[in-house]
């Protein structure tokens, strides 16, 4: 069964570093989502892609978040500089677009990011 | 701005017993699309069950069935016959029917499953 990978699993940084999480959706999935998780919380989205085109990022903190999907298959989420805050799990989830808008996403296994 | 509220933090039910769990949500549409997913320790989160606004007839997966009340705008996740394996994370999420509109999870019940 197709399922939508991440990695790495576990990431530990120090605050200000760079950080990058990196997702491979279902193939032939053309919306790709990043959500963050703070522990005991539903996911919040980030980042939406349609192909290789963002169609939301209204809550990417664009400072200092990033996102690309730059031949509309996998994608990058990097953070730069990490801060305190940022330590949650990073979720990557994938879906086909249907004209009823009842599309099922899929979800990746999640990057768990603490930052130190 | 459509929100989604789940009520109780934290559920224990006991083992072939049936518990449910409780979401409401605000939206001024018509046309929607309501889910519950599932998110075990340390496991990815999975679709449980779907249910279409339009739809009167409330959706059932196996163990689990929803009670919808679209006009309490309420959806409610029964599940029967508990098993150890259900203890997990339970999110509540809407989508509007449009295409690429993106969803939106509640904050999510922690329930256990006690043998």
């Known amino acids: 069964e197709a399922e939508v990978a991440q990695s790495p699993r576990y990431k530990i940084t120090e605050k200000s570093q760079a950080v990058a999480f990196w997702c491979d959706p279902i193939s032939g999935h053309a919306t790709l989502y990043w959500y963050r998780q703070i522990l005991g919380q539903g996911p919040e989205l980030l980042v939406q892609f349609q192909d290789e085109s963002v169609v939301d990022d209204s809550q990417l903190p664009k400072d200092r978040f990033s996102a690309e999907r730059l031949k509309g298959v996998d994608s990058t989420l990097k953070i730069q500089p990490a801060e305190l805050g940022d330590s949650a799990m990073y979720l990557c989830a994938s879906s086909q677009p249907t004209s009823g808008g009842q599309e099922t996403q899929y979800f990746g296994p999640g990057t768990r990011l603490l930052v130190l | 701005a459509q929100t989604v509220t789940q009520s109780q933090p934290e559920m224990s039910v006991q083992e072939a017993e049936t518990v449910t769990l409780s979401c409401t949500y605000d939206?001024?549409?018509?046309?929607?699309?309501l889910f519950w997913y599932k998110q075990p320790p340390s496991r990815q989160m999975i679709l449980v069950i779907r249910q279409e606004a339009y739809k009167q007839q409330n959706a059932t997966e196996n163990r689990f069935s929803v009670n919808f009340q679209k006009a309490a705008k309420s959806f409610s996740l029964k599940i029967s016959d508990s098993q150890l394996g259900d203890t997990a994370m339970y999110f509540c999420?809407?989508?509007?029917?449009?295409?690429?509109?993106?969803?939106?999870f509640g904050p999510g019940t922690r329930l256990s499953v006690l043998p």
């Open positions: 939206t001024s549409e018509n046309n929607y699309y």
């Open positions: 999420a809407f989508k509007y029917n449009n295409y690429g509109q993106n969803f939106v």
